[in-house]
């Protein structure tokens, strides 16, 4: 049994670790910090796996809802910290290539961070909610798991989010396509 516990949580390490860094360094903005969160996010996941016998119905979003509360935690503890950080250190740094697929690389990454930064925009009331569902990917069924909500509010606000989000990023609300 314990074998295969630590082959579960290993896979899922394998799957989920960088997502994890990323969600806590978004929310954040440092890396460090961000590296000790999921670190104990983590720990906490193999706790509750072990506990269980390896029987989490849906092992992603308790990784993630653990990661949040650790993030809630910090602030308690911390006063406020700039999520600026995150952009700035993410920047292409100024530096000029000639091949072809890595400047579209560093156009890719700019439209990202664009699109970041317009996320942060947005509504509270929607950016978890849109953040979750595009950046990391994640179902509406496991962001409802994560954040304590029903599928349908989790699928209603991110309809109005992504909605917000066009309008903020300039797109026409009528346009074909959207």
């Not at 960088?18 to 929310?27: A, G, I, L, P």
């Not at 961000?34 to 706790?47: H, P």
Request: hydrophobic content about 40%; some cysteine.
């Amino acid at each position: 049994m314990s074998r295969l516990l630590t082959h579960q949580f290993k896979q899922l390490y394998i799957n989920e670790a960088d997502s994890v860094f990323r969600f806590c360094y978004y929310r954040t903005s440092d890396r460090e910090v961000a590296q000790d969160i999921a670190q104990d996010t983590f720990l906490r996941f193999w706790g509750a796996l072990s506990r269980g016998g390896g029987r989490i119905r849906n092992e992603r979003a308790l990784l993630f809802a653990i990661a949040r509360n650790n993030i809630i935690d910090w602030y308690r503890k911390k006063k406020a910290v700039s999520l600026d950080a995150l952009i700035e250190e993410s920047g292409a740094e100024g530096e000029l290539f000639s091949d072809t697929s890595q400047k579209e690389k560093i156009e890719m990454d700019y439209e990202a961070r664009s699109l970041i930064g317009k996320i942060r925009e947005l509504d509270p009331l929607y950016q978890r909610i849109v953040y979750l569902r595009f950046v990391e990917d994640l179902r509406p069924r496991e962001i409802a798991t994560i954040l304590g909500l029903s599928v349908n509010v989790v699928s209603v606000r991110l309809f109005r989010g992504l909605r917000q989000l066009r309008r903020l990023a300039g797109y026409e609300e009528n346009a074909p396509g959207l």
